[in-house]
């Protein structure tokens, strides 16, 4: 379960980070105050779920001003009482660029614990954390929260369908790079309402958890906000789905 959970937070927060620079869009297309949840199915049982928001923040690094990004994510019903999940995450990056600067974590998953914290380096390709420091390949390497804010601000204008893009990301004391797939439109039915959206489908690697044939697959909205609506996977028993609950505090009405 805790492998399944990171390999879904990896899609929803990192689909549209590209491993190449590229340009964002004028002003970031969140704000504070936005608070977004998920929940996590398991075939029709809900096995865990999830609230990101944007919040404001005193702190600064290299005296420029930052955004707090901030996760909780737990199991829920049956799933709790067998592998309770009470995890937490805070990213902090510049207003501007939208790059971290800094994140952290403490994971409580059954009897696993983890306290991790990681400073990025951007200009000089290096993030520093807990268990030394780690050579980054380009100056956009992220977090799981950082990716997904950074992701949806970014100019994909000329994006065609059965382009390839990868992202670059810190995860588990490693640089890690995951390889998306745009896959083009589809209207998805949500509890936002029927939305056109923007369809993904990042690679996966088969083993305990995924099968050899296994697709995942993401959908995102075409409009301002692009807001991940819902994730789907094939695992070696059954199917997993990430559904989008609610969504507060939008820059953009939804559908626009």
């Not at 959970?5 to 549209?16: R, S």
């Not at 390709?125 to 807990?130: E, Q």
Request: with cysteine; proline share 4%.
């Amino acid at each position: 379960m805790r492998r399944l959970i990171i390999w879904i937070a990896v899609t929803l927060f990192g689909v549209q980070a590209f491993a190449q620079e590229l340009p964002l869009k004028k002003d970031p297309i969140f704000q504070e105050g936005e608070v977004l949840t998920y929940k996590l199915k398991y075939g029709f049982l809900t096995a865990a779920e999830a609230t990101i928001k944007v919040l404001g923040s005193d702190v600064k690094f290299d005296n420029k001003p930052t955004y707090r990004l901030s996760v909780d994510a737990q199991t829920s019903g049956t799933f709790d009482i067998f592998y309770k999940i009470r995890d937490h995450y805070d990213s902090y990056i510049d207003k501007t660029d939208l790059t971290p600067y800094f994140y952290q974590e403490n994971i409580r998953e059954a009897s696993y614990r983890r306290q991790d914290k990681a400073r990025f380096h951007q200009d000089d390709k290096k993030v520093v954390a807990n268990k030394g420091t780690f050579a980054t390949p380009t100056t956009q390497t992220f977090d799981l929260v950082s990716a997904y804010y950074f992701a949806r601000s970014l100019d994909i204008s000329k994006l065609k369908i059965g382009d390839k893009f990868k992202l670059n990301y810190f995860l588990g004391d490693e640089i890690s790079a995951l390889e998306i797939e745009y896959v083009g439109k589809e209207n998805v039915k949500s509890k936002l309402g029927n939305i056109r959206c923007l369809k993904f489908s990042p690679s996966i690697k088969p083993g305990r958890v995924f099968r050899k044939d296994s697709k995942l697959y993401l959908w995102i909205t075409d409009d301002g906000n692009r807001v991940p609506v819902k994730a789907q996977v094939e695992i070696l028993v059954g199917s997993v789905t990430l559904e989008i609950k609610s969504a507060e505090g939008l820059k953009y009405p939804i559908g626009s």
